[in-house]
Structures are given as structure tokens and as C-alpha cells.
Antibody, heavy 121, light 116 residues
Framework: EVQLVESGGGVVRPGGSLRLSCVAS????????MAWVRQVPGKGLEWVSG????????DYVDSVKGRFTISRDNAKNSLYLQMNSLRVEDTAFYHC??????????????WGQGVLVTVSS | SYVLTQPPSVSAAPGKTARITCGGN??????VHWYQHKSVHWSQQGPGQAPVLVIYYDTDRPSGIPQRFSGSNSGNTATLTISRVEAGDEADYYCQVWDSSSDRPVFGGGTKLTVL
């Protein structure tokens, strides 16, 4: 069974740090680009960051650039998101997701169930 | 950047048809993908719920998704159609495309489907 399981969420004060992890199973991890997508309370899905299959290329939504770092360890089938200088507006469920690409189409399947990150004083 | 517009809410009675639209400039030139998300209440600690891909490449269904789910894409509007709606279909639905100009994915704002 193809599965993604996140961990590392929790409550942190503004300015603090957290590291999220996502362990993949059931597929060849280094065959796929991966991403983190979040859902802010009362709002929709927002792509946060993406990384290519070998970690040589990364990208971020503007609001987290310089604060978040995405990485992966293919030997451990794991994806990470290091979050520094956290802000109240970063409070969200964070999901990891596998990218699927066919020609010009790129979508996400499957997704992890997500971990809750709460930034509050 | 590319913008996708969805209605905030849609409702349908059990057994009827629900149609959820996703608007974007010349969206027919892009591949549109749809996700079902049964999000948890924010007061609940612990893990959330994984979004589920229900339509990819405008019209294709992943294995395990009922034939009641179908998609179309024409002009400036893509549509997710759910036939013979069931109580279990109640969820938030999101459309998504890849914005080639920014080389990033874009999600619509989401539509809450209520089964009456």
C-alpha cells in the first residue's frame, strides 16, 4: 500500500522552530518529486514547498522563503520540512504529498493525513 | 500568478447531481485535477485527514474512485460532476492546475459540498 505518514507537529511560540518529517512506503521514493501543502484554519489548500527527486532543486511559496527548508533522505524514504521563525499565520495542518507527472499535467497523489502546527503565544 | 475561482458552497439532495465549477483564464489549455478533503475540526488534536485525488487530467479517475465522479474542462471553466450524490460525498472539493509561468501548483479556494 502506498502511504505517507507525517510527524513532528505541535505547539510552538512565535519565532520558534519545528521540523516535520514524512516517511514514505509502498513505492520507489526517489522516483518522485515531493511537496508540502498546508491548510490554514478556515481557508483552503496552499502549496508550501516542493523538492525534486534527488534534492537538487527546491522551491517555496513566497511567504515562507528564507524561513522554511525542504529536504529529503532517499536512503530513509523520508521528506522533511524545517520551519524556523514561525509566525501565527503559519498555523495549519501540514500534508506531505507525492507529485505525479505526465506530459504537462502535474498533480498530487497520495497525500499524508497531515500534522497540526500551532503557533501561539 | 494564475487564479482559480470556485464557488464557496454547493448543495445537493441524495440521489441528485452536484456540479462544482472551477474558473480560470483559458483553463481549457491546462490540465485540471480535483481533490476531495474531509477536513477535521480544528479543535481536534492529532492527525488530520488526507485529501484524496478524485479526478486527474481533466477527466481521468484514479482506481477506487466511483464512476459517479466525472470531470470536464472547456473554455474558462472546469467542472467536477458527482452523480447520484451520497451522504459520504459531503466534503470540501479543490481544483488544481500547474501554472507554467511560475512553475508552481495553484489550488482553487475550495467548495464545500453539503448533502441535504
Amino acid at each position: 500500500e502506498v502511504q505517507l505518514v507525517e510527524s513532528g507537529g505541535g505547539v510552538v511560540r512565535p519565532g520558534g522552530s519545528l521540523r516535520l518529517s514524512c516517511v514514505a512506503s509502498g513505492f520507489t521514493f526517489d522516483d518522485h518529486d515531493m511537496a508540502w501543502v498546508r491548510q490554514v484554519p478556515g481557508k483552503g489548500l496552499e502549496w508550501v514547498s516542493g523538492i525534486n527527486w534527488n534534492g537538487s532543486s527546491t522551491d517555496y511559496v513566497d511567504s515562507v522563503k528564507g524561513r522554511f527548508t525542504i529536504s529529503r533522505d532517499n536512503a530513509k524514504n523520508s521528506l522533511y520540512l524545517q520551519m524556523n521563525s514561525l509566525r501565527v499565520e503559519d498555523t495549519a495542518f501540514y500534508h506531505c504529498a507525492r507529485e505525479e507527472r505526465v506530459a504537462a499535467g502535474i498533480w498530487f497523489d497520495p497525500w499524508g493525513q497531515g500534522v497540526l502546527v500551532t503557533v501561539s503565544s | 500568478s494564475y487564479v482559480l475561482t470556485q464557488p464557496p458552497s454547493v448543495s445537493a439532495a441524495p440521489g441528485k447531481t452536484a456540479r462544482i465549477t472551477c474558473g480560470g483564464n483559458n483553463i481549457e489549455s491546462k490540465s485540471v485535477h480535483w481533490y476531495q478533503h474531509k477536513s477535521v475540526h480544528w479543535s481536534q488534536q492529532g492527525p488530520g485527514q488526507a485529501p484524496v485525488l478524485v479526478i486527474y487530467y481533466d477527466t481521468d479517475r484514479p482506481s477506487g474512485i466511483p464512476q459517479r465522479f466525472s470531470g470536464s474542462n472547456s473554455g474558462n471553466t472546469a467542472t467536477l460532476t458527482i452523480s447520484r450524490v451520497e451522504a459520504g460525498d459531503e466534503a470540501d472539493y479543490y481544483c488544481q492546475v500547474w501554472d507554467s509561468s511560475s512553475d508552481r501548483p495553484v489550488f482553487g479556494g475550495g467548495t464545500k459540498l453539503t448533502v441535504l
